[in-house]
């Protein structure tokens, strides 16, 4: 099964939303000022990679096989690995993970048939 991930506006809204918090958390509590750019840095990276793709190395599409599952990135690279014991499944996220990568989608990511499928191929699979 092959699915073919887009940009989440939803997860991005959320991974600012967490890294804006430690930041204001950082400065309630009066630590060093200099951890906060380091925290904008965080957020960027992780916005542009995991919710907007637009990384070379984020995962752009996923090919679930039976055996393994082999991850697609922007910059055309093919990592593919058995899935680990850690990939996470629920009606609002997926998270899949490989030894060295993670896909993290959405329902906004796909769409929402395609999605349910995909749990259900993750939960269920042979």
């Known amino acids: 099964m092959k699915v073919e991930i887009r940009p989440s506006l ?4 959320i991974l600012f939303l967490a890294h804006f918090s430690a930041i204001l958390l950082v400065l309630y509590l009066s630590l060093p000022l200099l951890i906060v750019p380091f925290l904008v840095i965080g957020m960027i990276h992780s916005i542009l990679h995991h919710a907007l793709l637009a990384l070379g190395d984020s995962v752009v ?15 055309g690279e093919a990592i593919r690995a058995k899935l680990d014991g850690s990939t996470f499944v629920s009606p609002w996220l997926a998270g899949l993970n490989q030894k060295r990568r993670v ?21 269920w699979k042979p």
């Not at 939803?10 to 809204?13: C, E, K, S, T, V």
């Not at 090919?63 to 082999?70: F, S, V, W």
């Not at 896909?103 to 749990?119: H, N, T």
Request: proline fraction near 2%; charge should be negative; aromatic fraction near 12%.
């Open 10 to 13: 939803l997860l991005a809204f």
């Open 61 to 75: 599409s996923v090919d679930l096989g039976e055996e393994d599952c082999t991850f697609f990135t922007g910059s």
């Open 103 to 123: 896909a993290l989608i959405l329902p906004d990511s796909l769409g929402s048939e395609e999605f349910r499928r995909m749990r259900v191929w993750l939960r």
